[in-house]
């Protein structure tokens, strides 16, 4: 394959055809290549995204953690407080069925 076919082909990606429209006058830094709105666009849609996925996430999770009653079989029916030691004691807490 002559070396100006292999060129063309290299060059026939749409993205490395427009980096060379915005090259004719010689080399250029390539944060001047670069739009940065796009980046900022696309910034925008992930914080939108997990912030939903988050929120989504949270809601029920808290509100089975306000509820003794749902988390209680999670733990095996033992309620558990750490000791300013650090050993793990069981613990009775008011109002929770034995």
Known sequence: ??????????????NRRLILEHLPDGPLPVGALTDRSGLA????????????ALDNVAAPAEAEA???Q???????G??????VDGAEREARFAG???
């Open 78 to 83: 033992r309620w558990y407080e750490r000791g």
């Open 41 to 52: 666009a696309v910034r925008d849609y992930l914080d939108r995204f997990w912030t939903t």
């Open 1 to 14: 394959m002559p070396a100006a076919a292999k060129v063309l082909d290299d060059l026939g990606d749409a």
């Open 70 to 76: 749902r988390v209680e079989p999670w733990i095996g």
């Open 66 to 68: 306000a509820d003794p």
């Open 96 to 98: 929770v069925a034995e």
